[in-house]
């Protein structure tokens, strides 16, 4: 699965997730946070994230790498390459 | 029901990520809210259709007029306790807003709130203390273990231990109520022990400087072992008074249900696992919410399981050697490096 494969997975849980939500919303440079995820959300959507890629992808991991980055994390972008990372 | 759904989460363990605490991230950890929404995903919903807060409780016993006040005016449409000392403060204020809740009750301390009628939830065994084979696990760790001793928090929420405990300190100046005495409050623990060969010791602190004081007449080293409950967890700062002492004294600590604590500077933790008990509560929520069924028809549910915690970095610091067999006994498991390897089970 490439980057673009990724990010296309996680446009459609990002949209179950948060139903206002567009594709065109969901860029690599958007922050969950601007695009309306809060903490709950994440949650959910590190659920369905777990579910669709499997053991190896432990998003927890990822909010606690984001977490150290202040507001410059939670971008799309890192979360599509944390998982491209976790599947290699 | 209407969507969405009106949940109110209350709990006395709710922290901000400014909060320089281990147990911060212990909604993470004990993960009962990735157990909930998966169970709720799995019945085809999904957090969109719920409209869930999160309202942090005073330390009990305080009452909270400002949360009831919100629960209320918001309608809400089903109350999540996390914690026997919420639901136990909770209850009292509804008869009307059904209410699912998950906690231990230590010698069935709080347990008649299931007489409510709104009332059902999970019942968390406080894994240390339910079986022998569980307890005899720190004899496994430390083979020369002889003394067993439980700080418990003035914030306790079981009324007749804390009268029993003020009784103890009219009389006596010693921090430690040592076992057989009557003015024990965990009976259970105290026989656990007795079995196990050890000594036991429980010390009703009364504040911060309480518990330093109580915690410096330990003996350190591997002949004595701290096993401690999140009752030390609401009493702001105890967490890091005890883990200070914990490492400035060279003593074995155990937790229970709490693991990042224990992974910051205890030797273990022994929880239930929380992770399924969302399960159930999730599956409680639904059928309340979008089933309509009403909550007396929704049984009260027995702890779902088991998930044990094992810090080596700790272990080695402590000089402590862990068998195989013994390490097979735990889930997660951090190395000497402080590393976290996934938490799978090891059983």
């Known amino acids: 699965m490439d980057r673009a494969d990724i990010l296309d997975r996680i446009r459609e849980l990002a949209a179950s997730t948060c139903p206002g939500l567009t594709a065109a919303d969901i860029v690599e440079s958007a922050t969950f946070n601007t695009l309306g995820l809060d903490s709950v959300r994440l949650v959910e959507l590190g659920v369905r994230l777990e579910q669709t890629f499997g053991e190896r992808v432990i998003v927890d991991d990822w909010i606690d790498q984001e977490a150290a980055r202040g507001d410059e994390g939670y971008t799309v972008g890192s979360l599509v390459s944390f998982i491209e990372r976790s599947m290699t | ?45 999904g957090l969109a259709d719920f409209d869930i807060q999160f309202l942090r409780l005073p330390p009990p016993p305080s009452s909270f007029p400002d949360v ?13 306790c996390a914690g026997v000392d919420a639901v136990t403060r909770w209850a009292p204020v509804s008869d009307d807003i059904p209410t699912v809740y998950f906690g231990g009750h230590p010698e069935n301390h709080g347990l008649d709130v299931l007489a409510r009628p709104n ?54 100046r010693d921090p430690w109520i040592s076992g057989p005495s009557s003015f024990i409050g965990f009976r259970s623990l105290y026989f656990l022990a007795d079995r196990l060969g050890c000594r036991y010791h429980e010390g009703p602190f009364a504040d911060l400087d309480e518990l330093a004081s109580s915690l410096r007449v330990i003996t350190p080293g591997t002949t004595t072992a701290l096993v401690v409950f999140n009752d030390t967890v609401l009493l702001a700062g105890a967490v890091n008074v005890l883990l200070e002492i914990v490492r400035e004294r060279g003593l074995a600590l155990f937790w229970v249900n709490n693991w ?43 702890d779902p399981g088991e998930r044990f915690g094992l810090n080596l970095r700790r272990c080695a610091e402590l000089g402590i050697t862990v068998r195989d ?23």
């Open chain 2, 68 to 80: 009831v006040d919100r629960v209320l005016q918001d309608n809400a449409h089903l109350v999540i």
């Open chain 2, 119 to 172: 009332v059902t939830g999970v019942r968390l065994n406080l894994p240390v203390i339910w079986s022998f084979e569980n307890f005899s696990i720190i004899r496994d760790l430390l083979p020369g273990v002889r003394e067993i001793f439980v700080p418990v928090s003035p914030l306790l929420s079981f009324a007749p231990s804390r009268a029993n405990y003020r009784a103890f300190r009219r009389q006596r």
């Open chain 2, 325 to 347: 067999e013994v390490r097979a006994r735990f889930h997660a498991v951090q190395a000497i490096d402080g590393s976290r390897p996934p938490a799978v089970s090891l059983r």
């Open chain 2, 260 to 302: 990042p604590i224990a992974r910051a500077g205890g030797v273990a933790d022994f929880s239930s696992d929380f992770e399924k008990a969302g399960g159930l509560l999730g599956e409680m929520a639904m059928k309340i919410l979008r089933d309509s069924a009403p909550i007396d028809t929704i049984p009260f549910c027995e």
């Open chain 2, 1 to 45: 029901m209407v969507r969405p759904y009106r949940v109110r989460v209350l709990s006395s363990y709710i922290y901000s990520h400014d909060e320089h605490i281990p147990h911060r991230d212990m909604a993470r950890d004990n993960r009962w809210f990735h157990g909930f929404t998966k169970s709720v995903l799995r019945r085809g919903s």
